[in-house]
């Protein structure tokens, strides 16, 4: 969704920082205040140095000291307290978008870059502070500056002023045209930088297939490539900016020797004296500066539209799966789960689950097999709420679980994926994910139950050993059972394990089936099924062909069905010897 750029959408984040922004406005007119007080003496000064009063000369000159301490205050006060503002606005943003992104269903991540995501939350949030930080305290002095000085110019000399200013709406237009262009190239050039980090994060996580595929000189071309676009773009932007300071600075000499021109004019006719015309050009000399930093603020304020526009594109991404605003928390359960003519596709035109009714008692082990790609991992992803049914209920004890709060449901359920993911973190930490208090208790019994409390106490660090990234490596084995202790933690009622297809070392594999014996006991599993072994102990075992379930039984009564699942069998067991 295409969302209008404003940074007005910032506003929200940025008011309630608003004792830091009086703070930095009182600086701000101090500081202007103070800066129109310097034309005014280098005027006495001219003055007195035409008559060589040296004591008037110290006088001023004295006075002059004072205000420029005073205004390097104020100056100091605008830059610090403007600064806060724009850094806890950044903060709250980034907060807030980090918040949001967590609220979108599996749907969003499962569609999007990971580093795209990653550099919107860095990067851009980061531009948007500066550019806040800049014009809070930069483009607001600026302006003022702008806004005064030209009065106190017309007030010492309106013709001289008019003359001055004649070619300011030029200028000012030509930097607008500037500005919408460099705007257009900044989309480009963010959104080819976020596709590179996109690129990287993707190559970085599956290295071990680059090296597999001996693939590092066909990344690194690749890579190249999107670098060399990236250069581009950048360089587009920054050749319109070395235009832009030329053709100002050239029509702001022009307007500076037209002043030269009508000041000699006026001084030969007497209607300005040379004290005057010094007065006159220390006013014209404070007011370069502040357009030189409006031109450049102007421009990185163009650029940076395009990082609020990428932020806010995310802000407005709503989920998918939404709680109902009278949702209660789920009480703990027994575990009975039943699906109820469920109908599911992914894409409306390409149907999953179709009419799949399903019962499953406290306690009962329910295997799921079928070919692959027939939906026994859409149909577990339905019970966990990543996806809601089109059509159809799906019941915990007798509950719909759209009536109850997304986390309570969760907490319901253990996971043992097929992949493991460890985060950089402790063991404990790993296993008690996700707990803000670590019971270490709990923790230990659930490593106990997982066969992995052995392994992990032979670390010298035992449960504080860190695992993760830049953490001790840990076999396959040892990673599924810390899984198998990360799924029972919380002593779910119910727990889904899903089946690793990657073979384990027999004695490994003892272990880890071992540990899956134990946590299944009085607990409702199911059971996403490859191996035969977890199929025949199953009280039920579902056949699921094309999104229904085509056979339901036990081992025994589905093996003299001689059906499909007779015939999934002998292929196993063919394959197997
Ligand atoms: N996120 C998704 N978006 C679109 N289609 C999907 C998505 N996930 C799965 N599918 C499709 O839904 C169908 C069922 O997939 P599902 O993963 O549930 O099958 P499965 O039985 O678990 O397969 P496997 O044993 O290979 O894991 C497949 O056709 C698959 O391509």
């Not at 007080?37 to 009063?53: E, K, S, T």
């Not at 007011?287 to 407005?316: C, H, W």
């Not at 449960?463 to 799924?487: C, F, M, P």
């Amino acid at each position: 969704m295409k969302v209008r750029s404003s940074y007005w959408q910032l506003l929200p984040y940025l008011w309630p920082q608003w004792p830091l922004l009086i703070r930095g406005l009182a600086c701000i007119l101090g500081f202007v205040l103070f800066t129109l007080a310097v034309p005014y003496l280098a005027g006495q000064v001219a003055f007195y140095l035409g008559q060589g009063n040296v004591n008037r000369i110290a006088y001023w000159l004295g006075l002059a000291t004072v205000v420029f301490l005073v205004r390097g205050l104020c100056q100091y006060g605008q830059n610090v307290f403007m600064i806060a503002a724009a850094l806890n606005m950044v903060l709250n943003l980034r907060k807030r978008v980090y918040a949001h992104l967590h609220k979108l269903g599996l749907d969003y991540f499962e569609t999007t870059q990971t580093g795209d995501l990653t550099y919107r939350l860095t990067e851009d949030i980061d531009r948007v502070g500066e550019i806040v930080d800049k014009l809070s305290h930069q483009f607001l002095s600026n302006f003022l500056q702008l806004i005064a000085i030209p009065i106190y110019m017309l007030y010492l000399n309106w013709p001289l002023t008019l003359a001055g200013l004649i070619l300011a709406p030029l200028m000012a237009w030509l930097i607008g045209q500037f500005g919408q262009r460099l705007l257009v190239l900044s989309r480009q050039s963010q959104n080819q930088v976020s596709n590179l980090s996109a690129m990287l994060t993707e190559v970085f996580s599956g290295i071990r297939v680059v090296q597999a595929f001996a693939a590092q000189e066909y990344e690194v071309k690749r890579f190249n490539k999107e670098a060399e676009i990236n250069r581009q773009a950048k360089y587009r932007a920054l050749q319109l900016k070395s235009i832009q300071f030329p053709v100002v600075g050239f029509l702001e000499a022009v307007s500076i020797m037209l002043l030269f021109l009508l000041g000699g004019w006026q001084i030969s006719q007497n209607q300005l004296t040379a004290q005057g015309f010094i007065s006159f050009l220390a006013a014209v000399a404070l007011l370069i500066q502040p357009i030189d930093l409006m031109i450049s603020n102007y421009n990185e304020y163009k650029q940076t539209e395009a990082s609020v526009e990428r932020i806010f594109e995310l802000m407005a991404k709503e989920p998918s799966i939404s709680e109902k605003s009278n949702a209660q928390a789920m009480p703990r359960v027994m575990g009975k789960v039943e699906y109820r003519h469920v109908d599911f596709a992914y894409n409306p035109d390409q149907p999953v689950l179709k009419d799949l009714c399903l019962n499953a008692s406290p306690g009962d082990v329910i295997a799921l097999v079928g070919s692959s790609g027939a939906g026994k991992s859409t149909l577990i992803n339905l019970l966990l709420r990543f996806y809601d049914p089109q059509k159809g209920q799906i019941l915990v004890d007798d509950i719909d679980i759209r009536d109850v709060t997304l986390t309570s449901l969760r907490h319901q359920i253990g996971i043992v994926p097929q992949d493991v993911t460890l985060f950089s973190g402790t063991i404990a930490e790993n296993i008690g994910y996700g707990q803000e208090k670590l019971d270490i208790s709990a923790i230990q019994e659930a490593a106990k139950i997982a066969n992995a409390h052995s392994f992990i106490t032979q670390f010298s660090q035992g449960y504080h050993t860190w695992v993760g990234e830049r953490g001790v490596n840990l076999s396959g084995g040892q990673r599924q059972r810390l899984a198998i202790a990360r799924a029972v933690a919380n002593d779910p009622r119910i727990l889904i394990l899903d089946e690793a297809t990657s073979a384990l070392d027999s004695e490994s594999e003892a272990l880890v089936q071992e540990a899956l014996e134990r946590v299944m006991q009085n607990r409702t599993v199911f059971i996403i099924a490859h191996r035969l072994s977890s199929v025949r102990r199953a009280d039920c075992i579902l056949v699921i062909e094309q999104g229904q379930v085509v056979e339901a039984g036990t081992h025994s009564s589905l093996l003299s069905q001689e059906g499909r699942y007779a015939r999934f069998y002998a292929q196993q067991l063919y394959t197997d010897e």
